[in-house]
């Protein structure tokens, strides 16, 4: 399996870890010569029931694809352009993942790209979502068992993504090579751009981890954006944003509906996000993103953004490394 070939700019230079893709290569570093061969096998193993899985799914023209219980970049990069290309290939899919995510699984005339919905309720104020691997609520986790059992009687092909070593190191860069299309969700839920900001203020796991950096004042940073704007919101999953309190200069509109989202990123000007599953959001809604990161470089897993949203946008990442960077950037799109 080959990648996306990628040319960085200077600026992603400096923040990548060049040899931090998680690619199979990736996931034999440290292993003696009889692991490296083990996992040069489950890894064939692997691609070769992808492959087969794939060629039914295009042969009979139905899917069973589940279940989806994780991280919302998850989503957006690896799970809803795979259900877009099966969707643009005439098949019927049979999906197992959180209800929450339905606003984006829709085509440009906002119709369901899903044949029959196995929907999972949003459980992210009792457990926090970790890639793919999120260890679900116990009822939770009998609807998903319930899809499995479906699944595999269905007589039907069935890619179960909580195979963890399969979707983690094979599946996704799988997908990279013509496997991955998006809809364009922008006419659908925007009635137009205008002077607008979207900021998420992320709060999620530990203050600081070498994905997302250090935390920001994201009161500050709403204040100090907004002379550039006619209207500042801040957005979000409840559970995943930090404790703001609106102020003249912006709105605080977090929401567990992601309608709600869609809307604002759909309209806006401009988004800005830590690195996280926001980031991917601008693609599908045809708006800048503006990555800010404060901390000890590289980021950890930015050079995997790269990679996969290679095939969803050619607009680039944009980047700010301090509150006067943010500043300056927002000075430069306006002006």
Known sequence: MRNVELEYRPIERELIDPLGATTVAYGMRGLNWKGRAKYRFLTWKFARELRSIYRAAIRTKVLYYGPFKGEFGHFLLHNLPFLVHLHQQGVALHYCGMELHKPFLVDEAGNSIIARWYPLRDFFNEVRPNANETLLPPDVEREVDQFKRLAQRSGFPFLDISKNDRYWFVFRNWQLNGRQNIYNLQPIYSQGKRSQCVIFPRKKGAPSTTNNGEPWDYNAMANAVAPYFDEVLLVGHPSMSAEVQASESFRVCTSADNIDTLKHCASAQLIITQHSGAVHLGAYVD???????????????????????????????????SELEVIDYVKRLNS
């Open 287 to 321: 708006t800048p993103v503006l990555v800010v990161f404060k901390g000890e470089k590289p980021v950890k897993g930015l050079v995997d953004t790269l990679r996969f949203r290679k095939n969803l946008t050619s607009r680039p990442l944009h980047y700010a490394l």
